[in-house]
């Protein structure tokens, strides 16, 4: 995917980053523990816009869980301003090694009665990630720091 290679000291090469992810599959093994018992939609894919790969509970049991992960490629090498993203009443989520690879992330949360939801983004030069999850019962918690931790690991950095 992507011929463009745009990296940073210490930051990711979006052509490799987009070449390791393959498809959902892979994916998926950053959220293992966040989409067990949970099925891969049938629009599922990884293509030369990006990869977009979303998990749900099966229809039968009446389950709202939900995991979407979305990965693609940016048309700008720059990142959000951080004083933005808070005035827009976005939280930073701090990252050593994002800020390493002059990236940043930042989240919403929503609560319901029954489950919290949590969008993350992690931006880096090069590459937008977007995941939705949250905390449904007694699933472990998809939250803003995780969500960073699934980006770092799709992304190769520490």
């Not at 940016?74 to 951080?82: A, I, K, M, N, R």
Request: proline letters at 6%.
């Amino acid at each position: 995917m992507g011929d463009e290679t745009i990296s940073v000291d210490g930051g990711p090469d979006v052509a490799d980053v987009f070449d390791r992810i393959g498809s959902c599959d892979t994916v998926a093994t950053h959220v293992a523990p966040y989409i067990e018992g949970l099925v891969p939609l049938d629009s599922n894919a990884v293509d030369e816009y990006g990869a977009y790969c979303q998990w749900e509970a099966p229809e039968d049991l009446g389950d709202l869980a939900s995991v979407e992960v979305m990965v693609v490629p940016s048309e700008t090498s720059e990142v959000e301003d951080p004083d933005i993203i808070e005035q827009a009443g976005l939280t930073l989520i701090p990252d050593g090694a994002l800020d390493a690879a002059g990236g940043i992330a930042y989240g919403l949360d929503g609560e319901t009665a029954v489950a919290a939801v949590t969008v993350t983004s992690v931006r880096v030069p090069g590459i937008n990630i977007d995941i939705t999850g949250g905390q449904w019962g007694d699933r472990p918690a998809l939250d803003g720091p995780a969500a960073v931790g699934v980006a770092k690991g799709i992304l190769g950095i520490g």
